[in-house]
C-alpha cells in the first residue's frame, strides 16, 4: 500500500485520512482543495499492504483526526482501523467492508472475469461506468501502468475487511454501477451505520464538488 500527503500544513491540527478506491491515485479526486483546512494523507495502491507504518505514529500528533473512505478503501481502512487513532468521524462511500460478494458487493463471477479480460479498453471502460455522464471520465484515468492495476484486482480478492469497524455515516448512490447500489444496502443495513443517497454514479461526484469541510461536521 502506498501513501501521499496531499496537503500538509505546519502545525495544522486536523487531519483526514482518505482510503482511495481500487485503480487510482491523486488524479482521482481533488480532494486537497476541498478539504483545504486540512492536512489530507491519500492511501491507495492496494497490490500489498505492506508499508510504513511509522506514518501512524507521526498522525497521533493531530488533534482532530477523520476519515473518509471511498469504493475498496473502505474495506482496506477497516482492516487499519485501530492504527487510526481516535478518530471525530468516519464516513465511508459507495463500499462495504465486503465488496466482492455476491450479497454485499460486486458480483464474484463479474470480478473475475474483469481480471480474466483486463487490458486498456476494460480499464478505460471501468472508469466510465463509474459516472452517470460518461464523457466525464477522462480527467481520473490514473497513471499507474496496467500490471500494477491487474495485481491490485487480485489482490483485493484475498484480503478481509474487520466488521467490527464502524463508520459514522454511510454514502450511497442511486446509480452506482461499479458495486450495484442494493448489495451496498443489503450490507449496511443490517447494520446501526446512518445511511444517506446520493444522485450519482460510482464516483461521488456529488459530494466533492458541492460539499466541503461541512461534510466532517457532526451534524
Known sequence: ????????????EKLLYFFNGWGMDERALNISNIFSNFDVLMFYDYQNLDMDENV?????KYKNKYLISWSM???ISSIFGLKLGKLDKKIAI??????????????????????????????????????????????FL??????ELKNELISLKTYNGDEN?????????????????QNQLNFWNKRNE??????????PTSIFENLNESLLSNE
Open 1 to 12: 500500500m502506498k501513501y501521499k500527503w496531499l496537503s500538509k500544513k505546519q502545525n495544522n
Open 56 to 60: 501512524f505514529v507521526e498522525c497521533q
Open 94 to 139: 459507495n463500499g462495504t467492508i465486503k465488496p466482492i460478494d455476491d450479497n454485499f458487493g460486486i458480483f464474484k463471477k463479474i470480478y473475475d472475469l474483469t481480471i480474466k479480460g483486463f487490458n486498456q479498453s476494460s480499464c478505460e471502460k471501468f472508469v466510465k461506468r463509474m459516472f452517470v455522464e460518461t464523457t466525464a471520465f477522462s480527467p
Open 165 to 181: 469497524f464502524s463508520f459514522d455515516l454511510v454514502y450511497i448512490s442511486e446509480y452506482d454501477k461499479i458495486i450495484p447500489t
Open 142 to 147: 490514473p497513471k499507474r501502468t496496467l500490471e
Open 194 to 203: 446512518k445511511i444517506l443517497m446520493l444522485d450519482c454514479g460510482h464516483f
Open 73 to 75: 478503501g473502505v474495506m
